[in-house]
């Protein structure tokens, strides 16, 4: 019987922890509107050029209700990670790649 590879991924090294604890708040609600997610990119923007940002030059940033819940390189792996660790669809989560 043939053994399938094993991919091995360090999430250690993949993801960066939270800058702030998460929002206290994150329950796995799967009801948003286009409103919630807009007040996230509206958020994000404006952090923009700001110190907060600067440690995930480089890597996708993910935010949750106004709260970075990590960085990465690789976007999906990410989503996946952050939607399993703190219940959150992964469409609610929003990404943006930071030069």
Known sequence: MKRK?????????AVLGPSSPPPSSVNGDDTFTEED??????WLYDEKN???LA????RYVAV??????????DLELLRLYLSEKYHITPG???TKFLD
């Open 5 to 13: 590879a094993i991919r091995r991924v360090d999430l250690a090294a």
């Open 50 to 52: 700001r110190p907060l």
């Open 64 to 73: 949750y209700r106004q709260t970075i819940l990590g960085s990465a390189r």
């Open 37 to 42: 997610l807009m007040d996230e990119w509206r």
């Open 55 to 58: 440690p995930h030059g480089g």
């Open 92 to 94: 609610r989560i929003v």
